[in-house]
């Protein structure tokens, strides 16, 4: 927008050429802002996704070990199970 419409722009509507210089920036620096906002949004989301798929696989990890875990135990209660059957036998 040239000077002059910028004048008969202000004139029109009531406003000072100050006014929506201001008011062009401010609207210019919001979409900067945005632009630097979503940018980080994208960011962040690629560092959560690296941290969830970190924790996934500890949780993995960590099934398989409980699974292992309660295996043992299960036979543990049946050797000693037997071991008291054996021992009730003699």
């Given at each position: 927008m040239s000077a002059s419409e910028l004048?008969?722009?202000c004139r029109e509507k009531g406003f000072y050429?100050?006014?929506?210089?201001?008011?062009?920036?401010e609207?210019?620096?919001?979409?900067?802002?945005s632009e630097?906002?979503?940018?980080a949004i994208k960011h962040q989301a690629k560092k959560d996704?690296?941290?969830i798929?970190?924790?996934?696989?500890?949780?993995?990890?960590?099934e398989k070990a409980l699974a292992e875990t309660?295996?043992?135990l299960v036979l543990r209660k049946k050797l000693n199970a037997?071991?008291?059957d054996g021992v009730e036998e003699s």
């Open positions: 004048g008969q722009y050429p100050e006014q929506v210089q201001r008011w062009k920036s609207c210019l620096q919001g979409f900067q802002n630097a906002q979503s940018s996704k690296v941290a798929k970190l924790l996934k696989k500890d949780l993995r990890f960590k309660v295996a043992l037997l071991r008291e």
